[in-house]
């Protein structure tokens, strides 16, 4: 009997294969690390062959690991970093240029002057998106722009257009689907969120053809068989979700208002509407949380660009630490009233502020900042930034209680204390901290019936540690406003 279900998990800095089993515990899990390219300033790219070896590496070898045959598993699930964009031959499978990364800021220019025209607004009614660099409209034309003769391919219909997600399950089933489904749909800035359908008048706002859109599909689908040849056997593809929506799936936030965080290389805070699509007025994003038998369960999402890469960014940039585990002991030994705020800003800010011409900063350093008062920045920029969301949600007139978080960075309990004080909520991690992959694994299996229902899935989440605040709240409220000091300066306006 196939019982086990193998997620891929194509994430911005690695990709990964998780086996898990019907009761949602990780059998097996391999992690493959690939390299990040940066052309110009404010350019992200990745080699999409990098990303197809590493999730077809992580796969093969995952299936090892758990000791399983491609005939044990029920179904695949893929999720994926959201917005990378590429543009493949129908015929070769090969891309024409490199994936363009969602922290990529190549078209700024291009996002200011349509909103100079005043298009803001009409493509925020249709998508429940702003007008940034981040989505995948601006980097696909770019490619059609500027690669000599993409766009006279495109309008021929030699080349297809897709998110990771597309990308991968046109490499695992041998080029028989091009399909995607509603979420990651609903990051292009080309998809109707409340038609559920590719809108022809943003096609033409982009110049974008309508030949190279994939079928976009629910989140649980069948979406095709893999080639025998690449996992011992067929096996079904029945889960497709972008990465931050797959978490909001595990952490089996199914009741609007609930909401989960997750800590990554950047940090999305998603919280289900329900059947409501809530337009915000704080710059927030309305997103589609998942699509199941053609119903749209939508999300009102906050998106902040550097958590877990800020960390990254002190062991690697500075070297001020050699592992990632070393900040949760720092941390605990410092002062919080040091005065240094890092303003990640690396990429540009998230939400709510969307400027992507700020630029990093660390200050309020004086002659005794150490090493551990700038890693306890770090670590306090993450908690910072994920206040700012909950205040913009607070003035949408959404009042969270309870914030589920997952993400790499959450096994840091200092991190998930500070958070709770900050906040002002109670912050609960799951037992499973891999919600992502198994948020799809559980679209999948929901597909293939393992699960029936979404009672069956939620009775599976287990809290393992719960913190509420404990900081007195004049001193959360005083660092708060320190941060947003700190933010005005780095702005560009």
Request: net charge negative; charged share 20%.
């Amino acid at each position: 009997m196939a019982n086990y279900l193998l997620a891929l998990d194509q994430g911005t800095t690695s990709s990964r294969a998780i086996v898990f089993d019907r009761a949602g515990h990780v059998i097996s899990m391999v992690q493959q690390e690939f390299s990040q390219h940066f052309p110009k300033d404010g350019w992200v790219e990745h080699d999409p062959e990098d990303i197809w070896s590493s999730i077809l590496t992580t796969a093969q070898q995952a299936l090892k690991k758990a000791g399983l045959s491609a005939t044990e598993i029920a179904a695949i699930g893929i999720t994926n970093q959201r917005e990378t964009t590429m543009v493949w031959d129908r015929q070769t499978g090969k891309p024409v240029y490199a994936a363009i990364v969602w922290q990529d800021r190549r078209t700024s220019e291009y996002c200011r002057e349509l909103k100079q025209a005043g298009l803001e607004e009409k493509v925020q009614a249709k998508t429940g998106l702003l007008l940034d660099p981040y989505f995948s409209a601006t980097k696909l034309r770019w490619i059609l722009n500027e690669v000599p003769g993409v766009r006279e391919r495109a309008e021929r219909g030699e080349l297809a257009f897709g998110t990771v997600d597309t990308f991968l399950l046109w490499r695992l089933t041998g080029g028989k689907s091009h399909a995607t489904d509603a979420t990651n749909a609903s990051r292009t800035l080309l998809f109707n969120i409340h038609e559920q359908c590719w809108d022809k008048e943003l096609l033409e706002l982009f110049a974008i053809p309508a030949s190279l859109l994939p079928e976009v599909k629910d989140s649980s689908a069948d979406f095709g068989c893999t080639d025998p040849a690449l996992l011992g056997g067929e096996i079904q593809v029945a889960g497709i979700a972008g990465d931050q929506q797959a978490a909001l799936f595990g952490q089996a936030c199914f009741t609007p208002g609930m909401a989960k965080s997750t800590y990554g290389t950047g940090c999305f805070l998603i919280l289900n509407t329900g059947e409501q699509a809530l337009s915000s007025q704080n710059r927030l994003l309305t997103t589609v949380g998942y699509r199941l038998n053609g119903k749209v369960s939508y999300a009102l999402e906050g998106s902040i660009f550097v958590a877990g890469a800020a960390v990254q960014w002190l062991r690697d940039g500075l070297r001020l630490i050699a592992q990632a585990g070393e900040t949760e002991a720092l941390a605990a030994k410092t002062r919080l009233d040091h005065g240094v705020y890092l303003v990640p800003a690396f990429t540009g800010l998230g939400a709510p502020y969307w400027d992507p011409e700020a630029r990093g900063a660390l200050l309020g350093l004086t002659r005794d900042t150490g090493i551990a008062e700038v890693v306890t920045a770090g670590l306090q920029s993450v908690c910072f930034q994920t206040q700012d969301l909950l205040q913009a949600m607070a003035k949408d007139g959404v009042d969270i209680r309870t914030l589920r978080v997952d993400g790499g960075m959450v096994a840091n309990n200092w991190l998930l204390q500070h958070l709770a004080d900050i906040l002002r909520v109670e912050v609960d991690r799951p037992q499973v901290t891999e919600t992502t992959a198994l948020g799809v694994a559980y679209l999948a299996g929901l597909q293939v019936g393992l699960y029936e229902s979404l009672e069956d899935i939620a009775k599976q989440w287990r809290c393992e540690r719960h913190c509420q605040p404990v900081m007195a709240e004049a001193q959360a409220v005083s660092l708060y406003q320190g941060w947003c000091t700190a933010v005005e300066r780095v702005r560009s306006h």
